[in-house]
């Protein structure tokens, strides 16, 4: 039996022991999470309850157990360098090293090194350290269209862009500054206009092996309006690409991949082990980057690990070795959508506390629990996403309809968003597109 120690306890772990439990090789999970998820309460031989990013506690729980590896789930234990503090110990991390982490805890770290290394991808961008030229540079070199972004850990909620988030230069400008009061700078760019997926790649920092390209919808609403959250679903197609992408779309993501693992080792010396999670944007000048991050996505990992073929562990195991290369990995060609229950009035002001059911969840549905708190009398609200449902069909149309019965049979203070993976939905991105494209 192998022992594994996974980091963290939402749904995009819980998905991470039900893919490890699905090997050949036979697997006992041990838990160290923040709170305690029920599924994982019931797939673990030990669950600890501490902060994830107490590295003498996680410590002491690895000195314990002594896994065979390690896989930390949420962004916060990798950038305060866990997997340094398990190599040190002599246990393998699926995550990588502090310093090469920062390709996510760092956005200036990122744009800098697509820039030094004459990366593909970047836009036109700055980084200020302090306010001075700041509405000079978003009005007049990125002529009113741009993007601020937070340095650092945010939860996905420290990106604001003209037009969605912010009136104009001015509240820029404002946005900008408050960044730079908190972490020293900021990174100004400009605005990408396009269609966006994700591609999550495995990385041993020699050979990047992809997976299957999805689609994040990260608004609150429907229509994709509303403010940004962790993730309110995701949706990926049987064929292995999106209707808005092609394969040489994805080909152009997987360089750019390439390089960057390639710059981090010659920039660094630290070779990047893990998870190299591209955010990309399809425009009218082709492929571009948005943004790293350096673990599973959550929601796309509850798109790509149900239909993983290939032992995961082999792959983890393979990851940790460096022998990632030549090493096959397959996919189930199906599509599957994922759709989050969440409290009402996520995220600004969620509801707490407040009881929830979930009944006659149809057959072909995978549920993974996050953000709920687990009593004697059933499960309750704790604050953030609660349940993600993911369906998976031979058509994206058939995955969409499994996870959306699945959302409605959840009785509570909740709401969802029915929209995604709709063909409807999914129409307006493909003529965007086109319109871009021609």
């Known amino acids: 039996m192998k022992k594994v120690i996974i980091i963290g306890n939402g749904a995009r772990e819980h998905a991470l022991a039900e893919t ?104 036109k961008y700055k980084v200020f350290t302090s306010p001075t030229g700041l509405q000079k540079y978003m009005e ?104 808005f992408i092609t394969k040489e779309d994805l080909a152009v993501a997987h360089d750019i991949t390439t390089q960057v ?3 981090l080792r010659e920039d660094t010396g630290t070779k990047f082990v893990g998870i190299m999670y591209g955010g990309f944007i399809v425009t009218k000048n082709g492929v571009k980057l948005i943004e790293y991050n350096a673990r599973f996505g959550d929601p796309e ?32 060609k199906k599509a599957t959508v994922c759709k989050y229950v969440v409290p009402e009035s996520y995220p600004d002001k969620p509801v707490k506390g407040e009881k929830i059911e979930v009944t006659d969840i149809p057959e072909g549905v995978k549920t993974y629990y996050a953000s709920v708190d687990q009593r004697e009398d059933g499960l309750y609200l704790s604050g953030s996403r609660a349940i993600a449902f993911v369906g998976i069909g031979d058509t994206i149309a058939e995955a969409e309809k499994l996870a959306q019965s699945a959302v409605t049979s959840v009785k509570g203070p909740v709401f969802f968003r029915e929209d995604i993976g709709t063909e409807a939905l999914i129409g307006e991105y493909v003529k965007m597109r086109e319109d871009l494209r021609g």
């Open 20 to 123: 490890l439990k699905r090997s050949s090789q036979g697997v006992e999970i041990f838990t160290f999470g923040g709170a305690k998820n029920p599924a994982m309460f019931e797939m673990s031989t030990e669950y600890e309850i501490g902060s994830v990013t107490d590295l003498n506690h996680i410590k002491e729980f690895a000195e314990r157990v002594r896994p065979d590896f390690v896989i930390p789930g949420p962004e916060a234990p990798i950038a305060v360098g866990v997997s340094d503090m398990l190599g040190e110990m002599g246990i393998p991390s699926i995550a990588p090293m502090e310093t090469v982490a920062r390709l996510e805890s760092s956005k200036s770290f990122t744009r800098e090194i697509l820039n030094k290394y004459s990366i593909p991808g970047n836009p």
């Open 140 to 243: 007049g070199e990125l002529e009113g269209e741009f993007v601020v972004k937070a340095d650092g850990l945010k939860g996905g909620k420290g990106v604001k862009v003209v037009g969605d988030h912010l009136a104009d230069a001015v509240e820029g400008t404002a946005y900008a500054t408050k960044c730079i009061e908190d972490s020293g700078h900021v990174v100004v760019e400009e605005k990408f206009v396009g269609p966006e997926f994700s591609l999550m790649s495995f990385a041993d920092g020699q050979t990047v092996a992809d997976m299957v390209p999805v689609q994040d919808h990260k608004r609150a609403y429907v229509g994709d309006k509303g403010p940004n959250t962790g993730g309110m679903g995701s949706y990926s197609d049987a064929n292995h690409l999106l209707p």
């Open 261 to 263: 693992m390639n710059a």
């Open 301 to 332: 990992a509850m798109n790509v690990l149900p239909i993983l073929k290939t032992d995961f562990v082999d792959v983890c195991e393979a990851m940790a070795r460096g022998e990632l290369g030549g090493m096959p990995i397959e996919f189930e």
